[in-house]
């Protein structure tokens, strides 16, 4: 197992360095592989996240293809790595330690409940935080990159998430730009870097999410024929892109929130299967599968640890969640208020392939092939792609 990189390694410091070159300020130190000096010169800074894109997977499949000819680094992502944990990173520039942003499931105590923290619904179904009466804005409480530096600042989004109460509350002063599909992507993209007039020369910053390549690996995993396709697609895409966009002085970086891992029926640990460690839970299963944060009742600590450790010893580590955070797994300096409430007391680290899940009485069970969020090279290790036009 790896561990995220915080100093200088990570995509916490690849947003620090892009801060600073838009005129802005970090607290984070800056990427070692790639200081802030070398992106400020560029007229137009474009980062490109691919959600799902393993640094070892991309080296693997496609060695001779331009994003491995323009990988000038490998990064970590954060903990867990997954990306409800690192898009907020790639939005605000903060690691989870600061975001509070911790799985697919986040409790969050001032709501009450378990909830799905991008779709921004409770686990259990009902309305998104708006329809509730909720300000995301002001429950998430986190400064957006567009309000960090001071050029312009545009967000190409997919159109059915775009304006979903997460992604507009990490907005900021920034702009947002929908497209449906690969090509629409690039295609308004670079309609925004070529401008006109004055807006040509004006300096930007322009962050690209496409989201396919993980649900592909989810649905049919990272060895499959369709996640090769459409690493080709999304490659010849760029080459497209990179053509279309010459000679308006961009820095193309290209990066991902996690890589995956594949999985069999087998890898599964099932909670269903061991009702004396679910009884001594509070709340759900929270944060991922590989991953899991537990809520214990008072006074079962040490029957659940002792479960653990006796009948899924050779499956799975139990580990304080205290410790995770201590020794820094979920970022360095400063913590955002509510971060113990939000890993639980105990988080669940399966080993080898292996996820842990429980499905409540609601949930119709599912299986997913490729998973993330753990400590693996497979889904802790991004690479870092640099391209210029």
Request: charged share 20%; proline share 6%; with cysteine.
């Amino acid at each position: 197992m790896g561990t995220p990189d915080y100093l200088g390694g990570g995509i916490v410091n690849l947003m620090s360095s892009l801060i600073q070159a838009r005129g802005g300020r970090s607290d984070s130190p800056g990427l070692c592989d790639l200081p802030s000096d070398a992106l400020a010169q560029a007229t137009n800074l474009v980062l490109l996240v691919i959600d799902g894109l393993g640094a070892d997977w991309l080296a693997a499949r496609s060695p001779d293809g331009i994003l491995s000819r323009a990988r000038c680094a490998t990064l970590t992502s954060v903990f867990p790595s997954t990306t409800a944990a690192a898009i907020p990173t790639f939005l605000t520039g903060d690691a989870p330690l600061q975001h509070g942003l911790t799985g697919w499931h986040t409790y969050l105590g001032e709501l009450g409940c378990v909830m799905t923290v991008l779709p921004g619904t409770p686990r259990f179904g009902g309305v998104s935080y708006r329809q509730a009466g909720i300000d995301p804005t002001k429950l998430f409480g986190s400064i957006p990159i567009a309000d960090r530096i001071t050029t312009r600042s545009i967000l190409v989004s997919p159109a059915h998430i775009a304006r979903s109460d997460f992604n507009l509350a990490h907005l900021g002063r920034g702009e947002l730009v929908t497209f449906k599909g690969l090509q629409d992507m690039f295609r308004r993209a670079a309609r925004v870097l070529r401008g006109w007039g004055r807006h040509a020369r004006e300096r930007k910053y322009l962050y690209l999410y496409w989201p396919r390549l993980d649900a592909i690996g989810h649905e049919q995993g990272m060895e499959s024929r369709g996640a090769l396709a459409h690493l080709r697609e999304i490659e010849q895409a760029i080459e497209l892109f990179m053509h279309e966009i010459a000679g308006t002085d961009s820095l193309v970086l290209v990066s991902a929130d996690h890589g995956q891992l594949d999985t069999q029926a087998s890898d599964v640990i099932d909670l269903a299967d061991h009702p004396e460690l679910a009884d001594c839970m509070l709340l759900p299963l929270c944060g991922e599968p590989r991953a899991a944060f537990c809520y214990v009742k008072a006074g079962r600590a040490e029957a659940f640890t002792r479960y653990c450790r006796d009948i899924l010893t050779d499956r799975l580590d139990v580990i304080p969640s205290a410790q995770l955070v201590e020794e820094g797994l979920l970022g360095l300096g400063r913590r955002h208020p509510r971060i113990m409430e939000r890993v639980g007391d105990f988080c669940l680290m399966p080993r080898g392939r292996g996820i842990v899940r429980q499905w409540l009485p609601f949930e119709q069970p599912h299986r997913q092939v490729g998973v993330h969020g753990g400590l693996s090279d497979a889904e802790l290790r991004v690479p870092l792609c640099l391209l210029r036009a």
